[in-house]
């Protein structure tokens, strides 16, 4: 920049006011500015010294100025100007115009606002020096700072409030407890508008406070909790380092004293009093006590012990963690004829001390306990307590298994009688003698049935059996040699025609029910009627088990194909059981391997299995036929049905409902009309009635010649209709008892159509046959809505003449 406008320089003078309680002051400088001329520049001084560009300094400005004029705070100005008016003066940056204003002629700069540096601190400006004429840059534009002089206007805060700290109880003095720290907005770098010192104005008298750091300390050692557990603080902080006109804050410290463990527990009683009855089982409570101690927390845990040692035989302390309390619980069974009255001493204990307060003294305490023992009526006490008899299976029945003792413990000693729970005895294999407690057996007993035998023996008062108590008894059966042994299965082994001497056929073993306490130990030989046996041998291995071998050479199936050989079991006793079982050996023909492939009566290996394809046909077959059972049932019930319809006529098929007037009967084309009117003899009458027809006499007393008498039907004096009655009848009520049915049967009587109907009956059933002998031509003068009545009758009337003809 310096090379591209050389012989240019920027002069600048500060002028720096400061306002104080005491008075202002200015001052005025200009610093030298970066920038280096280079080799060759005009502005090179003699001796090589390089002449350096001005620079731009800080301008500054007093906060909080409230004067009623603009506030000077410097000149910019540049040494090409010569004070002709010639060179104008800019300024443009943060508040360019609005707070800083500029002379453009002299460079003077003034502050038109009240500034506060809390706010902002500083702004940035950039000065321009032009030509008033051509308004050609004459100097580079260049960037200057205005600071804002602080004032001692805001006084120390204590930001992060409120405050609460601790101390623990009898702490020493000077026992840091926490730090404070207040805040002052002034400029630290200015005086000592942000030095701030700390006092206490209230609590003086059990804590200070650093006035540099702010650290609270206790100022006594015998803090105590018990006595009092909080405490507020005021703390004061004052700027200008705590000197005369300075601004102040303070704050509330709240000072929490925790607990240490430095009071022992102690009993409120020296002594308790609790009673329990003798029957009471162990692990039942008898009472609670409590030790206090007037410390909190973990300070107050505490455990219980007893101390003497009667009570440690008889009784357990255990501590509720909840509660804090000693739980006393019987750990023997009591006994009143025994001892009536237990004293036991039970101390308490911090769970937790504290090593610097052992001198205060022992941090334990101790109380008597006296438990008074109730009497009640006991049941009898089985004694002893042996629950395990044994008898041998082969005892006869009344035998004695054992005996079983029970006494009364109260003082009155009653009589004892026994008896067997029948729920553990329902078999009723034992009995026992109700006065000595005598066990007999009730049954013939056998080990290999049952083994073991639970029974339950009660034992009651005499003249109470409410007082009753049980014991549980075993009685082990014994084994006696009462069982032979036996083959384990009934063996049946092969041989292959071509087999040699000695070839082993089958090893055999058996199995005794019976269990002797020295193991079994079996004997094999053969039966006496084998004696004469060449064909086979048998061979007593020893460990209970036999081989049977071949005896000769090769043998022929078709002489004999089964051999049976009877084997001698015999025990070991005592006494002595044996008993014979014979081996099945049959003789097939074997391949050169010697693997069998079949025996005379039948073959070794059958496959018990189908193939898949065997199976799908099976299941196939079976399908079809249940498919034409089925078919058969459906087509033997639909004939059945259809039968059924054919004997029971439904007449509702042939009862017309007209719902349409002048529809007349061309609805019926679908029935055959003339089956219902051949049942009964109808008769046709002519002419009108009293009902209101056209005729002579009749009440409308206005006849036409176009007005005939169309058929009616009259019931005959002896024409009979149970028949027909008796069927609707019969219908009406099948109808009614089938909920499911809506009732489609409808019947409507033409009978009497009014006294003031001008035509008689429509009713076709009156007509004598399927003809009619009237002409039915004058109907169709009715009008439209007759239409359909004359074209039905004139148009049957028309069709019956030209048959005749």
């Known amino acids: 920049m310096a090379k591209d406008l050389q012989g240019f320089s920027w002069t600048m003078l500060l002028l720096f006011c400061a306002i104080q309680e005491l008075g202002a002051w200015a001052m005025h400088t200009a610093v030298e500015g970066a920038g280096l001329g280079q080799p060759g520049d005009p502005a090179l001084l003699a001796g090589g010294r390089v002449k350096r560009g001005w620079v731009w300094n800080q301008f500054f400005v007093v906060e909080e100025y409230t004067g009623t004029e603009p506030l000077y705070v410097g000149k910019i100005h540049s040494d090409s100007d010569e004070g002709d008016g010639s060179i104008k003066y800019t300024i443009s940056g943060e508040g360019a115009g609005t707070i800083f204003l500029i002379d453009e002629i002299t460079g003077d700069i003034h502050a038109t606002e009240r500034l506060d540096r809390e706010q902002k601190t500083f ?71 942000a030095r701030v010192v700390y006092s ?33 603080v005021v703390i004061r902080a004052t700027d200008m380092a705590g000197q005369l006109g300075g601004l102040s804050g303070s704050t509330t410290v709240t000072i929490v004293v925790t607990d240490v463990n430095d009071n022992p527990p102690r009993f409120p009683q020296k002594m308790y009093q609790f009673s329990i009855v003798e029957t009471a089982p162990v692990g039942t409570a008898i009472g609670r006590v409590k030790a206090e101690d007037s410390d909190v927390g973990e300070n107050t845990d505490m455990t219980y012990q007893v101390k003497d040692e009667e009570g440690v035989e008889m ?98 000693n009653h009589p004892v009688r026994y008896a067997i729970d029948r729920s553990t005895d329902a078999e009723r294999i034992f009995d026992i003698d109700a006065n000595t407690g005598a066990i007999v057996t009730g049954k013939v007993l056998d080990r290999e049935t049952a083994g073991w035998h639970n029974i339950t023996v009660l034992a009651m008062e005499a003249d109470n059996h409410s007082q009753v108590s049980r014991a549980s008894l075993r009685i082990r059966i014994l084994d006696v040699n009462d069982n032979p042994p036996e083959l384990a299965t009934p063996y049946e082994a092969a041989v292959c025609e071509d087999a040699k001497p000695g070839q082993l056929i089958q090893t055999i073993s058996v199995v005794d029910r019976d269990e002797p306490q020295s193991g079994h130990r079996f004997y ?161 009458i002519k002419g009108g009635d009293g009902g209101g027809g056209p005729g002579e006499g009749g009440p409308s007393g206005n006849p036409t010649s176009e007005l005939h008498a169309l058929p009616q039907w009259v019931q005959s004096p002896d024409l009979d209709f149970s028949v027909f009655r008796d069927y609707i009848c019969r219908k009406v009520e099948q109808a009614d008892e089938d909920l499911s049915v809506p009732p489609y049967d409808s019947f409507q009587t033409y009978a009497f159509e009014g006294s003031d109907s001008p035509v008689p009956s429509l009713s076709s059933i009156n007509t004598w046959s399927s003809g009619s002998e009237q002409d039915f031509s004058y109907l169709g003068g009715w009008g439209p809505r007759f239409r359909q009545l004359a074209v039905l009758y004139a148009g049957r009337r028309g069709e019956e003449d030209s048959e005749e003809s």
């Open 123 to 193: 702004y940035t400006l950039r000065a321009q020096a032009r030509d008033r004429q051509t308004d050609q840059l004459l100097e580079p534009e260049s960037e200057f700072i205005i600071k804002v002089q602080d004032i001692n206007d805001s006084e120390p805060r204590f930001l992060e409030g409120p405050y609460i700290g601790s101390v623990a109880e009898l702490s020493p003095i000077g026992t840091s407890v926490m730090q404070v720290m207040a805040s002052d907005a002034d400029d630290p770098t200015y005086g000592s508008s």
């Open 200 to 232: 206490v104005l209230e609590g003086e008298q059990h804590f200070t406070v650093d006035s540099k750091t702010g650290v609270i300390r206790t100022a006594v050692a015998d803090l105590d909790r018990e006595t009092q557990d909080r405490y507020e």
């Open 315 to 412: 009784f357990k302390v255990t501590t509720d963690s909840n509660t804090q309390e000693a739980v006393i619980t019987v750990q023997k069974p009591l006994d009143y004829e025994s001892k009536k009255v237990h004293t036991v001493v039970v101390e308490a204990l911090n769970k937790f001390v504290d090593p610097r307060f052992v001198d205060l003294g022992t941090f334990r305490d101790q109380t008597i306990v006296r438990v008074s023992v109730l009497d009640v009526d006991e049941p009898p006490e089985f004694r002893p307590p042996s629950n395990l008899m044994e008898v041998q299976e082969d005892a006869d029945v009344g035998s004695v298994v054992g005996v079983v003792t029970a006494l009364d413990p109260d003082t009155a």
């Open 524 to 684: 094999f030989t053969l039966a006496p009627e084998a004696t004469n046996n060449h064909h086979f041998s048998l061979l007593d291995i020893k460990d209970n088990t036999a081989a049977v071998h071949t005896q000769r050479m090769g043998f022929n199936r078709q002489e004999q194909d089964v051999y049976l050989l009877p084997i001698l079991v015999v025990d070991s006793g005592p006494p002595a059981l044996s008993s014979t079982g014979t081996l099945t050996i049959r003789v097939c023909g074997c391949d050169s391997n010697g693997a069998i492939q079949s025996c005379n009566s039948t073959a070794y290996v059958v496959s018990a299995t189908l193939s898949p394809g065997a199976l799908i046909a099976l299941l196939v077959c079976i399908l079809i036929l249940v498919v034409l059972v089925l078919l058969i049932l459906t087509l033997k019930r639909h004939h059945k049905s259809h039968l059924t319809s054919e004997d029971d006529e439904d007449m509702r098929d042939n009862v017309i409902k007209y719902n349409d007037e002048g529809g007349g009967e061309q609805d019926t084309e679908a029935y055959d009309m003339s089956a219902l009117r051949s049942l009964y003899d109808f008769s046709e």
